[in-house]
């Protein structure tokens, strides 16, 4: 048993010296194979160097190689390129000379062609004409043989008139003697007379002959002037009948009443808290509002109905639009009023251009310049003496078509001289020049003809009238300003005294706008305020008043209020 036990632990000891030594013998060939490992790279990693650096420099040697040959074959496709445009340019060339050369030769060929089809036609043609002169020269000899029959005819009847003609010439001819004779004895009869009564008389016949031509001249000056008075009275007994007839036959189609325009419009409101909102907080609205438009806002009691006051019926004109448009927004406040008032001048200045082409169509008149039929437009919006310029207008134009129409003129030149002859009093002038004037420099400005240029210039006498159709523009402008109840006198004077106002107050400097409300008892004065201090302000004042009282006569107080106002603004963004 113990004998196995240490044959058993012999056997464990071999065992373990054999793994101890197994190990050892692998650790070692690791080890071994590891430095042969180690060693065989870093001869590989040499040999890659090396060989790289071989790589290298063959790859460079190649490349300047390459590039060497490159560049050689370069020059030598560069020559060849070369040599190749040349003669490509040299083919160009010779196919261009060629096809001119062909070109000449087409063109050649082409008018040969031409003329030889112009000839083959002329062939034709002439070929036709040949024929057709055959064909007349046959009628021609089956006329010539008819007229050779006739003219034989004729001959033979011209012999038997001739001999019978000669026959009638000798008994002529013997009466002709017979008349000599009588006619020899009747002037020694005249002249025997003749002596004898110069002999009594004591005058020759020369002195007789001046005498009695004398006597029938003076005779006959004093029947043609008595001849030529009365013509001339019955012409001018005519001219002032017709010239009646043709005034009263105007007038009598032309009598319409032409009525003062109102100094006011009314605006109709929803509800009265609307004026509220007009008028604003602490009336900022309603002041912005009278500032931007020139006109009198007067809200009262009248139910649903807000009152604008203006003699400028222009002025009054943008307000009412302005204020409808503004009341249909809502939104009511310095800013949309000065938004609403430029839109409602462009709409203003839209109808004027409508209304002057609208009136130019119904008068027939065509060729008006555009700034004229804008001027006639505006015409719609002033008055003369109480009456409506555009209607004035208009009815002078019709009646200078109907004298002109009588008399055998040019009515249509006449109805627009008619049209035309008080523009000047809606043009601003600077040099105060008579609207008659006026209106002719911008007629002149426009190419309008000379008759209407003069028409317009001398309807008040101004300057010597040069045409027919003057007079007649004048006499129909006095037919329709004398008609009773067209004109008043005091409300154009009036008219007069309220420009005047503002005139004075836009004369000063740094005043921008200048605007007379009240009824002519209040003048606003509006500033601008990079010009006009604060205390500027109260001078200028002072000033205008001053003038005021110094060149105009009017009723009453007239208070002149100047405003300056100062607004900033800025965007949020």
Same mark, same amino acid.
């Given at each position: ?11 464990? @000891? ?20 590891? =430095? ?15 060989? +790289? ?13 390459? =590039?060497?040959?490159?560049? +050689? ?16 340019? +040299? ?89 000599? +004779? ?34 029938? @001249? ?9 001849? $030529? ?14 010239? %009646?007839?043709? @005034? ?54 009248? !139910? ?15 307000? %009412? ?12 406040? !310095? ?12 709409? *203003? ?11 130019? $169509? ?11 039929? %804008? ?18 207008? $208009?009815? @002078? ?18 109805? %627009? ?10 043009? !601003? ?26 028409? *317009? ?13 003057? !007079? ?102």
């Amino acid at each position: 048993m113990t004998g196995i036990i240490d044959a058993v632990l012999l056997l464990i @000891v071999a065992l373990a010296a054999y793994g101890a030594g197994f190990v050892t013998y692998k650790w070692i060939l690791v080890r071994k194979r590891n =430095r042969i490992i180690s060693q065989s790279q870093r001869e590989a990693s040499d040999l890659l160097a090396r060989a +790289e650096e071989d790589v290298a420099s063959l790859r460079d040697q190649a490349a300047a190689e390459a =590039r060497s040959e490159f560049e +050689e074959d370069h020059r030598s496709l560069e020559s060849a390129r070369t040599a190749l445009e040349k003669e490509r340019e +040299e083919i160009r060339r010779s196919q261009r000379r060629f096809r001119n050369r062909l070109d000449r030769r087409h063109s050649k060929l082409n008018s040969r062609t031409a003329k030889l089809q112009q000839r083959e036609s002329l062939l034709d043609k002439g070929t036709r004409a040949v024929k057709q002169l055959q064909r007349e020269a046959k009628k021609v000899r089956s006329e010539a043989e008819k007229l050779r029959a006739r003219a034989e005819s004729l001959r033979s009847e011209a012999a038997q008139r001739h001999a019978q003609l000669d026959e009638e010439l000798a008994a002529l001819s013997v009466k002709q003697q017979a008349l000599d +004779e009588d006619q020899l004895r009747l002037k020694e009869a005249i002249l025997r007379k003749t002596s004898e009564l110069e002999q009594i008389a004591g005058l020759s016949t020369s002195d007789a002959e001046a005498m009695l031509r004398e006597e029938l @001249v003076d005779q006959a000056k004093l029947n043609a002037l008595a001849k $030529i008075q009365a013509v001339r009275d019955e012409a001018t007994r005519t001219a002032q009948r017709e010239a %009646r007839n043709i @005034v009263v036959t105007a007038v009598q189609r032309l009598a319409a009443s032409d009525t003062l325009d109102p100094v006011i419009s009314v605006v109709h409101v929803k509800s009265e808290s609307v004026k509220g909102h007009i008028i604003g907080r602490e009336g900022r609205n309603i002041r912005a509002f009278e500032a931007a438009t020139g006109v009198d806002v007067l809200i009262d009691d009248t !139910p649903g109905a807000v009152v604008l006051s203006s003699f400028d019926p222009y002025r009054r004109e943008v307000a %009412r639009i302005a204020l409808s448009r503004l009341l249909q927004d809502g939104r009511i406040h !310095p800013q949309s009023i000065e938004k609403y008032v430029a839109s409602a001048t462009s709409s *203003v200045e839209t109808e004027l251009k409508e209304i002057g082409q609208r009136t130019a $169509i119904d008068l027939g008149i065509r060729g008006l310049h555009k700034e004229l039929i %804008r001027i006639v437009g505006r015409m719609r919006y002033r008055s003369s003496y109480g009456q409506n310029l555009l209607k004035h207008s $208009i009815e @002078v134009a019709r009646i200078c078509t109907m004298i002109a129409g009588e008399l055998g003129l040019d009515a249509k030149r006449a109805c %627009r001289a008619g049209l035309l002859h008080d523009i000047g009093k809606v043009i !601003p002038d600077s040099e105060e020049l008579t609207h008659a004037l006026v209106g002719m420099k911008m007629c002149k400005r426009y190419r309008e003809s000379e008759d209407v240029c003069n028409a *317009v210039g001398a309807h008040h006498d101004e300057i010597p009238m040069t045409n027919l159709i003057s !007079p007649i523009v004048q006499a129909a402008d006095a037919i329709s300003g004398s008609r009773p109840g067209a004109r008043r006198e005091q409300y154009e004077e009036y008219l007069q005294r309220l420009q005047d106002l503002e005139n004075i107050a836009e004369s000063y400097k740094g005043v921008s706008k200048a605007y007379v409300i009240q009824g002519g008892r209040e003048v606003r004065v509006l500033v601008e305020h990079e010009r006009v201090s604060d205390v500027r302000m109260s001078e200028l004042a002072d000033d205008i008043a001053e003038r005021i009282e110094a060149e105009l006569q009017y009723p009453g107080q007239v208070k002149v209020v100047v405003i300056r106002e100062v607004r900033q603004m800025a965007t949020a963004r």
